[in-house]
């Protein structure tokens, strides 16, 4: 393997779409990449590819129902000139298969719908419209230059690319994994206290329970 001075790639990727990968083993969004090695024909053989997935929280207008409902995340409107900032969505890699000068591929994106991660809280809390992302790019290039030799070298650090995810693509995601349905992780101790409440009180399903204690809840505030 020759690691000489020969020109290396410098590929620019942009995000083009994203759509729901059906029938995968939990949630999975694909984002469509448009990889290119622009001003050359030289034969790229694979791209490690890895991508850190930022929201950029700032980049939106809020309505008054979705600053209600990302209060956990937030605080208080009143605030936000100082709260509301990006924050980091995920981690995700692809291996790209050879190509000359431009190639297509899908950056496979696992999903959660647990309400302790700051991302899924922020996701449901929209009502609407786009959510403005960032991929920051990094990983490894294997080509050929022009004298055969393989050539390694890695993605510019300041690869990176604008997308704007529509929330209704992630809540079609979220409807066909988890229809009617909403996923909560507890501490343990919670949900021992929970299910001997709901053993206790001969309650059928974990529904049920919690609407019981939410009535108590309920009644409790109106005293």
Known sequence: MNCGTARMPDLSIAVEGAEVVQFAAAPLLAFQLRIENPGTEELIHSVVLRAQIQIEATRRRYDEREKGKLLDLFGEPDRWSRTLRSMLWTHAGAV???????????????????????????????SGGEIPLIFLFSGTVFYQDAAGALQVSPISWNSEARFRLTVGVWRQMMDEYYPNSSWLALRRDAFERLYEFKLRSGTPTWEEALDRLLSVNAELVKQ
């Open 96 to 126: 790209i298969p050879p190509f000359r000068g431009s190639a297509r591929a899908d950056l496979q994106v696992p999903c959660t719908f647990d309400f302790n991660v700051a991302a899924t809280k922020y996701f449901h809390g929209l």
